[in-house]
């Protein structure tokens, strides 16, 4: 006999049947539960996972009851999808409201909405999570023997679920390796990194860090990685969104978010072409990747981009090398930079003499961290980073300032 997969629960609050757009997005994924009750039953909140409401066009949900609906969504482990038209009378009862809910444009393609209402459904078990550790503390008195116990357990379960978002095992292609180092400073990171194949040649890679530590940084980074887009699909065909405008669009998601806290995150993103080697890349206030060649020289990858999650309108440059057999680059968090290259005294590196247009100075900090890294660089890249986790825990065991750690390096064999 085999066993059928059950279907997470979505609940439909709108108006009569969905939209193409919105039923192609959903497309059998998802058990919908239909309610065009403008006053649902509690129950129906707490038996779904994401609820998806869209306002009726010829009688605008107000404001009131919109925000009364948030509210009750708030009271559950649900998340709402709000299908809110760009220009409407609602923006203003949603731009400085924090809650369990995600904003999409009504008429985005379908490959854009299922992007959204994955993201709810990624943040939605760690908000179950969450909010079974609070109702086990309050339902606990001062000094129960199980309080910390429970907790403890609930946070390695959120820490579980955060590590089953990260890219096992890493894609091999062609003459392309990647490898990673991941150390949250708690149970959760606000640390993330992954790994995918675009195509047949081209690889997607990323890392993000987000502003702040636990639970409300480590919720940022899983809507990250599903509002991150990387590609258009239409039918049969597909566009790979080159780095620039996908850090752009991830911008202007989660500025869209109006978050109270851990609004910010820095992010670098790349795409290798596997058969010629050309590399495009984009940074939104993250440090500056390190390329080594085979003689050890480094050099760090600039672009100019800001923080995500600050300005709506921000843009990200884009800029793009070819690579060679033997360079490795290293992408890291500030943790990494901040950890490995704080005992590590600045020295001057080697430059490329006969390219002075890749030849760079690195400022102090990537300095310190590429000298951290010189000693390391003929160790393959797995060895290479069990050292640097020695590196780490011996900070840590110090009593050092501690922070998040992430380092993903990607190779190029021959």
Known sequence: MVLLAEKHKLLWFGPGDMPEN??????????VIACDSPHPHPQQFDDTEIVLIAPPA????????LSELLDRIDR?????????PAVTGLENCLSNRKGQFIIADPDAPPGELSARIESAAALQPVISHLRSDVAAVRSLGVGAAGNFEQLDEEMRLAARLQRNFMPNPLPEVGPVRFAALFRPASWVS??????????????????ADVVGHGMPAALLTMFIKKALQTKRIDGTRYEIIPPGKALTGLNSDICEQNLSSCQFCTAVYGIIDTENLLLQYARGG???????DTGGNVEQLDSVGALLGVFPE?????????????????????GAEEMLASDSPP????EVEAEPSVST??????GRLANALQDLRSLPAEQMLFRLTGLIDAHRQAGRRDDDVTVLTMDIAG
Do not use: C, M
């Open 22 to 31: 919105v039923s192609s997005a959903i497309d059998g994924k998802w058990d």
């Open 361 to 366: 100075r690195l400022g102090t900090a990537n």
């Open 190 to 207: 606000g640390d993330i990194y992954d790994v995918f194949r675009l195509d047949e040649t081209h690889v997607g890679f990323y890392v």
């Open 76 to 84: 559950t482990g649900a998340v709402a999808v709000v299908l809110l």
């Open 347 to 350: 020295k001057v590196l080697s």
């Open 314 to 334: 921000e843009t990200f440059e884009q800029q793009e090398i070819r690579l060679h057999p033997g360079h490795r680059l290293i992408v890291f968090s500030d």
């Open 58 to 65: 010829d009688e605008p949900l107000d404001a009131k009851q």
């Open 286 to 292: 993250h440090p500056n990747p390190l390329l080594f």
